[in-house]
């Protein structure tokens, strides 16, 4: 969820860099980050993930101080890759690749939770408009993994067919998410928080 703001500028009121015309997807992303509308749910969250980066070996290492890649990043690969081979494994019929597509499920739903805390810390570190983007971003990973939730209990209680739908519709709703996640991580011009600038006078 969180970006290297140290590689933006404070430059508001810029449109993200981008080659040739920006496309609507990515028009709608610059929208959103420079709206207020998502400020008081920002707020809402903010003390809470600001408690998550209070200690600061923790926040270090979970900003990937050492390795110079958030932890965030990393731990993405384990949920998505289960996922998404669970849904390869769907394509075949016999038993055993079924509870094999099962087993990484639940792998992938058990992985989601400290990749959901390193994303907060991530957020928790960045600018006004990312934080706005990454409740879009962070809604989005928190559905499909409920749906990833209810495709393991499907498949745990014999109604396969379904597990499979329901991770197929899971696997749409992740991949809108990263492409939010990844506009987040774009370099693009920072958005200052109004909030901050009041508190320094």
Known sequence: MGTDNQQRTDTA???????GTP????????????????DPVVGAIEPLASRMVANERLRRLLHGDATGT???VIFTDVPFGAWFMALFLDLFPDDGTRRAATRL??????AAVPTALAG??????SDR????VGILHAGANALGTLIFIGSWAARSHSRHDLGVRLGRLGGLVLMSGAMVGGYMRSDRPAVPDPH??????
């Open 23 to 38: 496309s609507a997807f990515i028009r709608l992303l610059s929208r959103l980050e420079r709206s207020v509308g998502l």
């Open 13 to 19: 009121g810029e449109e993200p860099s981008q080659s």
């Open 105 to 110: 499920v639940g792998l992938g739903v058990v």
């Open 120 to 125: 907060w810390t991530e957020w928790a570190q």
């Open 196 to 201: 901050s600038a009041s508190d320094s006078r």
């Open 70 to 72: 958030p932890l965030h």
């Open 129 to 132: 408009g990312t934080r706005r």
